[in-house]
Every structure is written in structure tokens, then in C-alpha cells.
């Protein structure tokens, strides 16, 4: 398996405050991604990397924020989170961005009160 | 934009066949195929990268009409253990370091 490990694994936290969720590989892959997955949505794409300090857009980035300082680790934020924001969030990995599988994590269930 | 899957759900008995479809609106690069079990992260089946290609998981096959834009995974004689939902995520030429992917299709197998 793909080492990929998310945390926290879950979160319960209330509305207004300020949330980040880490993804932490050991593959040395250059892509990494975040998704939130909905009932009824599948797979969201909410930010991804290409590189160190490279990020960009994915469907749904409105109110999050993301940042790759390392090529190991891939944080997402959530500065004031919101009850929409409840969700299940799964980061991935590639070793290239196209054509290549994506392997997940475990995923983190965040619950915004 | 999302990707079309259907059927939504489908329940079969163990041993019975059925097919999955994927379609896009863009021009395909590539489609993927992914299996998700209740409670855990989504696991790749395979990758589809030129039209008309097809590709085999063991009982599980896919093929990729690139004029079309249009997927379809076929489960052949299938198992309790396929049991899951099934997202198709596509690549379009405008985008290609960007897999979206679709609502899902619910499998259950049942004895």
C-alpha cells in the first residue's frame, strides 16, 4: 500500500474556527491532491500540487486553502469553517499527473457544528 | 464538469454480470476506474488511455470509446466481494493533471 497517512482522522469543531487537516507521504510522488467526498457528489476536487509551493484550484476551492512547503506533506485549511464544510476529506497521490493511478489515505471525518 | 455515471445503483446476485457507464461532455485523455468499500478510501481498478482501449482487473474489464467520450466497466460473474461504489474519473485534453469524478454507482452483490 501506499504510504499516505491523514490527520487528524476525525474532527469535530465548531463553526468560525479555523481547521487543518495534514497529509503525509512516503512515496516521494509529486502530485498530491485533497478531495471532499459527499453523499450524492463522489469526489470533489478542492485544491491539488504539483511541486513544492505549486498548487492550484480544483471544483470546489472556496473557502479553503492549501500549502506544500515539503514535498512530503500537503496541508489543507479551512479558515473559518462552516456547517457546509462538514464532509469526508481524502487526500491522494501521483507520481505524475496524468495517466497515472492516484492512490488515498484513510480519509478524515470533519463535523462543523 | 462532473462526469455522467449510470446506473446509480444496481443490486445483482452472485454469478450475474453488469455494466457500469461513464460519459463526459469534454474530450478524454484518459478515464480511471475506482472501487470504493463502505468505510474506506476509494481503491484504483485501472487506467483507460486510448480510444477503443480495453483492459482487464481480473473478472473486471473496461473499455474507453474516446470518440464517443464514453466509458464502460463491465463485472463479469460477479462476486460478494464486489460489492462497493464504482467512480469514473476522467482527464480532458485542456486539463490533464486533473482527474473529476463522478457520483458513483452503488454495487451490491448479493448471495
Known amino acids: 500500500d501506499a504510504g499516505i497517512t491523514q490527520s487528524p482522522r476525525h474532527k469535530v469543531t465548531e463553526t468560525g474556527t479555523p481547521v487543518t487537516l495534514r497529509c503525509h507521504q512516503t512515496e516521494n510522488h509529486r502530485y498530491m491532491y485533497w478531495y471532499r467526498q459527499d453523499p450524492g457528489h463522489g469526489l470533489r476536487l478542492i485544491h491539488y500540487s504539483y511541486g513544492v509551493k505549486d498548487t492550484d484550484k480544483g471544483e470546489v476551492s472556496d473557502g479553503y486553502s492549501v500549502s506544500r512547503s515539503k514535498t512530503e506533506d500537503f496541508l489543507l485549511t479551512l479558515e473559518s469553517a462552516t456547517s457546509s464544510q462538514t464532509s469526508v476529506y481524502f487526500c491522494a497521490i501521483s507520481s505524475r499527473g496524468d495517466r497515472q493511478p492516484q492512490h488515498f489515505g484513510d480519509g478524515t471525518r470533519l463535523s462543523i457544528l | 464538469q462532473q462526469p455522467v455515471q449510470s446506473p446509480q445503483a444496481v443490486i445483482l446476485r452472485e454469478g450475474e454480470d453488469a455494466v457500469i457507464n461513464c460519459s463526459s461532455s469534454k474530450a478524454l485523455y484518459s478515464v480511471h476506474w475506482y472501487r470504493q468499500k463502505h468505510g474506506e478510501a476509494p481503491v484504483f481498478l485501472m487506467i483507460?488511455?486510448?480510444?477503443?482501449e480495453q483492459k482487464g482487473h481480473e473478472k473486471i474489464s473496461a473499455s474507453f470509446n474516446e470518440k464517443k467520450q464514453q466509458s464502460s466497466l463491465y463485472l463479469t460473474a460477479s462476486q460478494l466481494s464486489y460489492s462497493g461504489t464504482y467512480f469514473c474519473?476522467?482527464?480532458?485534453?485542456?486539463?490533464?493533471?486533473?482527474?473529476?469524478f463522478g457520483p458513483g454507482t452503488s454495487l451490491s452483490v448479493i448471495p
Open positions: 483507460l488511455l486510448k480510444g477503443g
Open positions: 474519473g476522467t482527464e480532458n485534453r485542456t486539463s490533464y493533471d486533473k482527474v473529476i
